[in-house]
C-alpha cells in the first residue's frame, strides 16, 4: 500500500465529513426558516484497482440530498395571507428578474404596490377571476398566471346583475286578487332601490308576475328564437308522381323576429319529398320515404329529428330545430301537413305567466329578466331573477325574502382565502368579492428540484416536467390560511449527526498523520 495513498484516503475522508457537517451546519442555521427542506450528505466508497500483494486505497464520495418532499409541521399565525400546504404541491412565485419558481415558504405579505411577496421578496403568482368566472389552468405551464395584487381600491359599488324570489301564493284566491313582495336591489353607484313583485291570479292555477320600481314595469323578457318543431298531417300514398301542395308556418329566428317559411311537398317515385324556403330562397330539403309507414299507414319512427342551423342572411339564423311526429301518416285521402314552432319575440313592459301544476309545484318559467332602467346618472340594471321556490297551496301569501347580488359602497376590510386557494377580498358590508386562485405546481421527484438562494426551487433535469393546477385537485393538496409550514429539520438529529461527523473527521485526521509520520520514518532511513 502506497503511504501517499493512505494519506490521500484520510484526507478524503475529512473532506466528506466536512461536506456533512456543511449540511449540518445549514440546517441548524435554517431550523427556523419557513418551508425549509432539511439537506443530508450520503457516501459512496471510491475503490481502486488492486494488484497480487499490494492494496490500494481509495476513498469515500459525498452525495448532498434535499428532503424537499417531507413536510414540515405547521404553525398558526395572524394574518389571512400566510398560507401553508395540507399535502403536495408548491407555490408558485415570480422573482426580480421575471422567473418563476417552487417554493412551500408561504409567509406573504403586501409590498408597496399590493402584490404579495414572502419574506425572501418572491412575488405569489395565481390567476384572475373574471367576470366572477372560474380561470382555467394552463397545466403543462406558467401562462396565464398573474401577480396576486390586492391592493385597495377604495370605495367599491357592486350592482345588482341576478338573484331569487320565491313565494307561498294563496291558491283559494279569486280570480284578479294581488299579492305583492319587494326586494332591495343595487343600482349601478351602489344605491339601493326597492322592486316590487307584483302576482296578480288570472285563472286556475295560474298567475301574472310583474316586476316594477315606482310603480312602472320591469319586465324585459329576452327573445326566445325557435327550437323545436312538431309535425302533423297527412301525406297522401296514392298521389301521383309530381303532384304538389306548400304549407307556411311561423318561426322565430335568433334576434326573436317572427319568420314565415314556405315547404313544398313534391310526390316522387321513391316518396314525398319536401323543400323549405324562406322569401323564395330555398333553405332544405329532405324526403319521406314509403318505409317510414307502418302497414297502416303511421309514422313508425317518433323519435326527434334535427334540421340544421339555416342561414338567412348576415347574421340571422334559424335553428337548429328539433322536429318530433305528432300522428304524422300516409294514409288515402287530403295531403295536409301542419309545423308548429316554438319560441317567442322580446317582450318590454309584458308580465309573465306562472303555471302550476295541480300540486301547486311551478310548472314555469324557472326564472324572469328584468330589463334595465336609467336613473339620471346612474343605471339598474338587468336583473335575472330565479323564482323556482315560487308554489301554489292553499294558504295565505307568504314570501320567503329573497336573495340578490350587489352591494352598497364599501371599504374593504381584509382578505380571506379557502381551502382551494380563492383569494377574496372582504369588504366592510360582510361581502366577499373573489379576486384570484392561487396556482400550484408540482413534479414527478420534488427531492430532485434544484435549490436556489431565498428557499425557492427550479426544475432540473431529474426532478422531470412541471405540472400545474389547483388546491384540492389530482395531487395537490389543500391550502390552510393562517398557518405556515414550518423547517422539517430535527435539531436532535442534526447535533447527533455534528458529533458523529466530527469524530470520524479526527479519526480520519489521526489516519493522514500516521501516513505522514511513516514518510518521515521513510526518508530519514538513510542518514
Request: hydrophobic fraction near 35%; charge should be negative; avoid cysteine.
Amino acid at each position: 500500500m502506497s503511504l501517499y495513498g493512505m494519506m490521500r484516503t484520510g484526507g478524503s475522508g475529512m473532506n466528506a465529513q466536512a461536506n456533512r457537517l456543511g449540511t449540518v451546519a445549514e440546517n441548524i442555521a435554517n431550523a427556523n426558516t419557513t418551508g425549509y427542506k432539511r439537506a443530508s450528505t450520503e457516501f459512496s466508497s471510491l475503490i481502486l484497482p488492486t494488484s497480487n500483494g499490494s492494496y490500494n486505497s481509495g476513498g469515500v464520495e459525498t452525495n448532498v440530498r434535499y428532503s424537499i418532499s417531507e413536510q414540515g409541521p405547521t404553525t398558526y399565525t395572524t394574518s389571512g395571507t400566510d398560507m401553508a400546504i395540507n399535502g403536495g404541491g408548491f407555490f408558485i412565485v415570480e422573482g426580480a428578474n421575471g422567473s418563476n419558481f417552487l417554493t412551500r415558504a408561504g409567509a406573504f405579505t403586501q409590498n408597496g404596490d399590493g402584490d404579495l411577496v414572502n419574506s425572501a421578496g418572491y412575488t405569489l403568482m395565481g390567476y384572475e377571476y373574471k367576470a366572477g368566472v372560474d380561470p382555467t389552468v394552463v397545466v403543462n405551464g406558467f401562462d396565464g398566471l398573474t401577480k396576486v395584487n390586492l391592493a385597495s381600491d377604495g370605495l367599491v359599488a357592486k350592482g345588482s346583475t341576478k338573484g331569487s324570489m320565491g313565494a307561498t301564493l294563496n291558491s283559494g284566491d279569486a280570480v284578479g286578487a294581488e299579492s305583492k313582495t319587494s326586494l332591495k336591489v343595487f343600482d349601478s353607484q351602489g344605491n339601493a332601490l326597492l322592486v316590487n313583485f307584483v302576482y296578480t291570479k288570472t285563472a286556475a292555477n295560474k298567475w301574472s308576475l310583474d316586476v316594477q320600481h315606482n310603480g312602472a314595469s320591469l319586465m324585459n323578457q329576452p327573445a326566445m328564437p325557435s327550437k323545436n318543431a312538431a309535425v302533423s298531417g297527412n301525406l297522401d300514398p296514392a298521389a301521383a308522381v309530381g303532384d304538389t301542395f306548400t304549407t307556411s308556418s311561423n318561426i322565430y329566428d335568433n334576434t326573436g323576429l317572427l319568420r314565415t317559411l314556405d315547404t313544398v311537398y313534391t310526390m316522387t317515385a321513391a316518396g314525398w319529398e319536401y323543400t323549405v324556403s324562406h322569401a323564395g330562397t330555398p333553405l332544405f330539403s329532405d324526403q319521406f320515404h314509403a318505409n317510414e309507414f307502418d302497414g297502416a299507414g303511421d309514422y313508425i319512427d317518433p323519435d326527434p329529428e334535427e334540421v340544421p342551423e339555416l342561414t338567412l342572411g348576415t347574421g340571422t339564423t334559424i335553428g337548429p330545430i328539433m322536429t318530433t311526429p305528432t300522428g304524422l301518416t300516409s294514409k288515402p285521402g287530403p295531403s295536409t301537413i301542419a309545423l308548429t314552432f316554438d319560441g317567442s319575440p322580446a317582450a318590454i313592459g309584458t308580465p309573465v305567466t306562472v303555471s302550476f301544476d295541480a300540486k301547486g309545484q311551478l310548472i314555469g318559467p324557472q326564472s324572469v329578466t328584468t330589463g334595465a332602467l336609467a336613473l339620471g346618472g346612474s343605471v339598474l340594471g338587468s336583473l335575472k331573477v330565479d323564482i323556482t321556490k315560487t308554489q301554489q297551496l292553499g294558504r295565505a301569501f307568504t314570501p320567503d325574502g329573497g336573495t340578490i347580488d350587489g352591494s352598497a359602497p364599501s371599504k374593504v376590510a381584509g382578505y380571506q382565502i379557502d381551502k382551494e386557494g380563492i383569494v377574496y377580498v372582504k369588504y366592510e358590508n360582510g361581502t366577499l368579492d373573489p379576486r384570484y386562485r392561487v396556482a400550484l405546481a408540482t413534479v414527478q421527484s420534488p427531492d430532485n428540484l434544484i435549490p436556489q438562494s431565498g428557499n425557492v426551487y427550479s426544475q432540473g433535469v431529474d426532478s422531470g416536467v412541471i405540472i400545474t393546477g389547483f388546491a384540492g385537485s389530482g395531487d395537490f393538496g389543500s391550502i390552510q390560511s393562517g398557518a405556515l409550514e414550518g423547517s422539517n429539520v430535527d435539531i436532535a438529529n442534526e447535533l447527533t449527526a455534528m458529533i458523529e461527523s466530527q469524530r470520524s473527521y479526527t479519526a480520519n485526521s489521526k489516519v493522514f498523520q500516521t501516513g505522514a509520520d511513516l514518510l518521515d520514518v521513510l526518508v530519514n532511513l538513510k542518514r
